[in-house]
């Protein structure tokens, strides 16, 4: 298992690699929205000399982008990045490309569980045992989807770290596919439209709208008591909502871990889960 660091900056990246944990390989990208990506030169600068391997990840995109966004993949394809498509639509278009390059990921926006909804285990609640097991599969796992996705090429998938998905996740890999963990940050909801657009009334063609949002933070707290025991505080990254989690790594079969929040918890099982390989 190897060690990633999901970083939204190049200086973000630095302060991660002062604090004298150095990861192999270093994410880079969004989920939601394509302006606030960084640069791969700035990331690569900021890197300096330690022996890193970068990894994209391509946001959703609309139609208005579709054509920027491939080009971009495609670049990065060809320079040897490995990439993570979160877009039906790219991934359709990307797949007469797959395979001839660098290996190419579903991300976390195409593969999901009921588990990675924070009231996923009240709707599951009253099920059987059985539909409860159920539920809590990879949406990946279905055999036609795979058979599907290996003929595209698909070298594996993103998900976020949740130990009753992880028999699904077994099972998938033992079918060869690859499985990159988070696992500190889950996706809680993404937005089609988005929300730091509307509440600063930036939707002006022309009208630049990433000095509101890249390296700013928003916090999200519910108003409903209800709510706040769910999910006390969200991170509202562009179009996304991020929900933080406590690091706990209790399989050992993900190719890759990724953290985002570069703390003393992050620290913590990033040596648990060194001390686990080399022992």
């Known amino acids: 298992?190897?060690?990633?660091?999901?970083?939204?900056?190049?200086?973000?990246?630095?302060?991660?690699?002062?604090?004298?944990?150095n990861p192999q390989?270093?994410?880079?990208?969004?989920?939601?929205c394509y302006k606030r990506i960084p640069e791969l030169e700035e990331l690569?600068?900021?890197?300096?000399?330690?022996?890193?391997?970068?990894h994209y990840i391509s946001p959703k995109v609309n139609m208005g982008v579709m054509d920027y966004e491939y080009k971009k993949v495609l670049s990065f394809l060809e320079q040897g990045l490995a990439v993570s498509i979160n877009d039906l639509g790219l991934l359709y278009k990307l797949r007469p490309d797959m395979g001839k390059a660098s290996p190419v990921y579903l991300g976390r926006l195409l593969t999901k569980s009921v588990n990675r909804w924070v009231w996923g285990d009240l709707h599951v609640a009253e099920e059987e045992d059985k539909a409860k097991e159920y539920f809590a599969q990879n949406n990946f796992?279905?055999?036609?989807?795979?058979?599907?996705f290996r003929n595209w090429n698909i070298k594996g998938i993103e998900t976020t770290v949740f130990q009753k998905e992880e028999n699904s996740l077994k099972k998938i890999k033992e079918q060869g596919f690859g499985i990159i963990g988070y696992m500190d940050q889950t996706i809680a909801a993404i937005s089609r439209a988005c929300p730091i657009v509307r509440d600063r009334k930036l939707a002006v063609k022309g009208r630049d709208c990433s000095s509101y949002c890249v390296n700013q933070e928003?916090?999200?707290?519910?108003?409903?008591?209800?709510?706040k025991e769910r999910y006390p505080k969200l991170m509202l990254e562009g179009a996304v909502l991020m929900k933080s989690m406590e690091p706990a790594v209790t399989w050992d079969g993900y190719e890759k871990a990724v953290f985002s929040a570069l703390d003393a918890e992050t620290a913590a099982c990033i040596k648990e889960i060194l001390g686990r390989h080399s022992s």
Do not use: H
Request: charged share 20%; no cysteine.
């Open 1 to 21: 298992m190897e060690i990633g660091f999901y970083v939204k900056s190049a200086e973000q990246l630095k302060e991660a690699l002062e604090r004298g944990i």
């Open 25 to 32: 390989w270093i994410m880079f990208g969004d989920y939601g």
């Open 44 to 54: 690569q600068q900021a890197a300096g000399g330690v022996d890193v391997k970068f």
């Open 141 to 148: 796992y279905q055999q036609e989807k795979m058979e599907l």
């Open 218 to 227: 928003y916090v999200v707290t519910p108003a409903n008591l209800q709510q």
